[in-house]
């Protein structure tokens, strides 16, 4: 089985902005760290890479240090899955529909931007949302996911954080 820590929008740093322990414990025990963009500066992607193997998209707030190492958009395999990453989803209208297609062959697609956790399925795709670990904006609470994959099948569970 492998353990995945999925993250977005950390938006570090900024001012007094931390990652939560509950957070820091997530990715300690993480096979591997899935981040869906505006990671914000480079010192963040070092930071995380500490913990686990680091995959990562930039986003539309990270400096243009972080825009020039990472891609818009990438596939990563884990467990026998493969996963589409992007940080901007385009409008909520259609959205599952039009990350399936984009990511065609994917067993997954893991966005960013809207600081909204989500975890549904399209069509047998898994379309994933952390959240934000640091910035909650309209969601409920700050959070990130975690999936377990084994054997191609993916378990993702949403962790609400303090």
């Known amino acids: 089985m492998t353990r995945v820590a999925v993250i977005a929008d ?3 740093p900024r001012g007094s902005r931390v990652l939560a322990q509950e957070c820091l414990e997530v990715l300690a025990h993480a096979d591997l760290i899935l981040h869906a963009g505006d990671v914000t500066a480079a010192p963040v992607l070092e930071m995380l890479r500490e913990f686990a193997p ?25 467990g026998g899955a493969r996963i589409g990453m992007l940080h901007i989803p385009g409008p909520a209208a259609g959205r599952a529909a039009r990350l399936a297609e984009k990511f065609r ?7 960013g931007h809207t600081h909204s956790p989500e975890a549904t399925q399209y069509g047998g795709v898994w379309i994933l949302n952390p959240g934000s670990p640091t910035e909650r904006r309209r969601a409920p609470n700050r959070s990130l996911l975690t999936l377990e994959i084994a054997g191609g099948a993916i378990t993702p569970e949403l962790v609400p954080l303090p």
Not at 56 to 62: E, L
Not at 105 to 111: E, F
């Open 10 to 12: 950390t938006h570090l």
């Open 54 to 78: 680091l995959h990562a998209v930039h986003g539309n707030m990270d400096e243009p240090e972080v825009r020039t190492m990472l891609p818009e958009q990438l596939v990563v395999e884990a």
């Open 105 to 111: 062959g994917c067993d997954a697609v893991v966005y």
